[in-house]
């Protein structure tokens, strides 16, 4: 079956960094633009970067606009998210998304906290 699993997500301080990771199974992930989005207590869900399915073209929310970066490797079936420079407002719980056409799957999430 369809699986969307994030792991990389923690406690950091601000100005650190976090790699997430998620590793998708069960659908051609080549063929999927990816995208990670947040969620804040009390907040909407958010996009916070998207990706192409070849990986040749990236997109970010204004807020994490070079501190962020997207990417993603398809013999392994996963998409990154680097983090550097977190500030508190980053906190929320990040998903994985992959979408193609009107099909689209959620991981389950990993929550960051940015905290000293």
């Known amino acids: 079956q369809v699986q969307l699993v994030e792991s990389g997500g923690g406690l950091v301080q601000p100005g650190g960094s976090l790699r997430l990771s998620c590793a998708a199974s069960?659908?051609?992930?080549?063929?999927?633009?990816m995208s990670w989005y947040r969620q804040a207590p009390g907040k909407e869900r958010e996009s916070v970067a998207a990706i192409t399915s070849a990986g040749g073209m990236t997109k970010y929310a204004d807020s994490v606009k070079g501190r962020f970066t997207i990417s993603r490797d398809n013999a392994k079936n996963t998409v990154y998210l680097q983090m550097n420079s977190l500030k508190p407002e980053d906190t929320a719980v990040y998903y994985c998304?992959?979408?193609?056409?009107?099909?689209?799957?959620w991981g389950q999430g990993t929550q960051v906290t940015v905290s000293s």
């Open positions: 069960g659908f051609t992930f080549s063929s999927y633009a």
């Open positions: 998304n992959a979408v193609r056409g009107l099909t689209g799957y």
